[in-house]
T-cell receptor, first 113, second 112 residues
Framework: DAKTTQPTSMDCAEGRAANLPCNHSTISGNEYVYWYRQIHSQGPQYIIHGLKNNETNEMASLIITEDRKSSTLILPHATLRDTAVYYCIVRSGRGSTLGRLYFGRGTQLTVWP | DGGITQSPKYLFRKEGQNVTLSCEQNLNHDAMYWYRQDPGQGLRLIYYSQIVNDFQKGDIAEGYSVSREKKESFPLTVTSAQKNPTAFYLC???????????FGDGTRLSIL
């Protein structure tokens, strides 16, 4: 599975959009981009995933560049409860790696009042 | 409500003892997973199971064992062979290996 690179930390004012970047320059054609977040001492929470088209759900939007080498997770109106570590994961879910999620260290997002 | 239940939330073990962590899901998911998380680190895969009575080793399976006798249950045993068992253990499940995984709230294991 492709490795990902994320900033160690970011902050954002409450009510503003939080834009979390992720580089995955070695992504291959059948690999999806997944985003999870983890609030301290809890299990990770699935946010969104996509292959090449932009995706939106009730939690966030995922923007994937045309060459698929990077993506951005957008939380449109950040709240204090969005403070968490955000993980960007790229995986194919095929063959011997089926089901594996490779977590890096993620981005610590801090939303301040 | 559907979800994944891990118990206990906190667990203490004496050196040399085996201990079993419980993971139950009522989501009717076929696939289940165990991860380990150390402070300041991401998650590492211990074992996973795509179907009842079948499971595969992940990246750090040494010192651990699992069973999958029922679809809804995937217990993890931390054996005395695991030299550094203190960690936060997370269980997850998904419809298939390709679908998003949903996580429990974890068990924090400490050695006395």
């Amino acid at each position: 599975d492709a490795k990902t690179t994320q900033p160690t930390s970011m902050d954002c004012a409450e009510g503003r959009a939080a834009n979390l970047p992720c580089n995955h320059s070695t992504i291959s054609g059948n690999e999806y981009v997944y985003w999870y977040r983890q609030i301290h001492s809890q299990g990770p929470q699935y946010i969104i995933h996509g292959l090449k088209n932009n995706e939106t759900n009730e939690m966030a939007s995922l923007i994937i560049t045309e060459d698929r080498k990077s993506s951005t997770l957008i939380l449109p109106h950040a709240t204090l409860r969005d403070t968490a570590v955000y993980y960007c994961i790229v995986r194919s879910g095929r063959g011997s790696t089926l089901g594996r999620l490779y977590f890096g260290r993620g981005t610590q997002l801090t939303v301040w009042p | 409500d559907g979800g994944i239940t891990q118990s206990p939330k906190y667990l203490f073990r004496k050196e040399g003892q085996n201990v079993t962590l419980s993971c139950e899901q009522n989501l009717n998911h076929d696939a289940m997973y165990w991860y380990r998380q150390d402070p300041g680190q991401g998650l590492r895969l211990i074992y996973y199971s795509q179907i009842v009575n079948d499971f595969q080793k992940g990246d750090i399976a040494e010192g651990y064992s699992v069973s999958r006798e029922k679809k809804e249950s995937f217990p993890l045993t931390v054996t005395s062979a695991q030299k550094n068992p203190t960690a936060f253990y997370l269980c997850a499940s998904s419809w298939t290996g390709e679908q998003p995984q949903h996580f429990g709230d974890g068990t924090r294991l400490s050695i006395l």
